[in-house]
């Protein structure tokens, strides 16, 4: 793989409501807008061979939304946790989710073992997806698990007991929507991620975008502290 490529990438999908209102949607109709252009992204990180991508796509603070917009976020891991199973195998893509799973409806957390279940040996994309996670509760909690342990609390200890276990750290991480924060993303991992925030809502990233992003990113001196 080319070193001046990204091994790791990840996106924070934001925008999708606002996208839906300056379209003159239903607000709910952005969110799967939402998840349709994350399985497009899915295949553009294929076609440009990056091994591994991770989506902020539920929050912990999400959890805070209406009764109407999460029970109609759930709807919607519901359908695509069942597509999934049968859909991203067959082109190479392995899944793996990373949050307070046991937070999400039994039903969903049963489609979500099944994906992860039918993963490919040798994947072509490996997509981390974050689902009722936040960057505090996963330090939070592995510092407990270390302590529960026994162990000395360290950076690798830790890393041992992360939601996201064996996940790489992420090389960049695109925001799109406008915001610039990372919104309790990764808050470890991050620590020497390239960070591009565009204006774009989610829903209007487009696969040229991704390649000015990774064009910017192969031209920036990453330093890691040094």
């Not at 000015?212 to 502290?225: D, Q, S, V």
């Amino acid at each position: 793989m080319d070193s001046s490529a990204p091994s790791c990438v990840g996106i924070i999908m934001d925008g999708n409501r606002r996208w839906a209102r300056e379209n003159k949607l239903p607000q709910l109709e952005g969110h799967r807008r939402g998840f349709k252009k994350l399985e497009e992204g899915m295949r553009w990180a294929r076609k440009r061979k990056i091994p591994h991508v991770v989506v902020y796509a539920f929050s912990l603070e999400n959890w805070k939304r209406s009764e109407q917009e999460v029970s109609y976020l759930m709807d919607i891991f519901r359908e695509m946790v069942s597509i999934w199973a049968e859909k991203l195998p067959k082109e190479g893509t392995r899944v793996r989710f990373v949050g307070k799973l046991d937070m999400l409806p039994a039903d969903v957390q049963e489609g979500i073992r099944e994906v992860e279940a039918r993963a490919p040996v040798n994947p072509e994309l490996t997509a981390w997806v974050c689902l009722s996670y936040g960057g505090r509760a996963e330090i939070t909690a592995a510092a407990e698990a270390a302590a529960a342990a026994g162990e000395k609390i360290t950076e690798d200890s830790l890393r041992r007991h992360f939601w996201s276990g064996g996940m790489p750290d992420p090389d960049l991480v695109i925001r799109t929507g406008g915001e610039q924060r990372l919104s309790n993303f990764l808050l470890w991992q991050v620590a020497y991620s390239e960070l591009f925030f565009l204006k774009k809502y989610w829903p209007d990233f487009e696969e040229k975008d991704l390649d000015i992003i990774l064009g910017e990113f192969a031209r920036r001196e990453r330093r890691m502290g040094k």
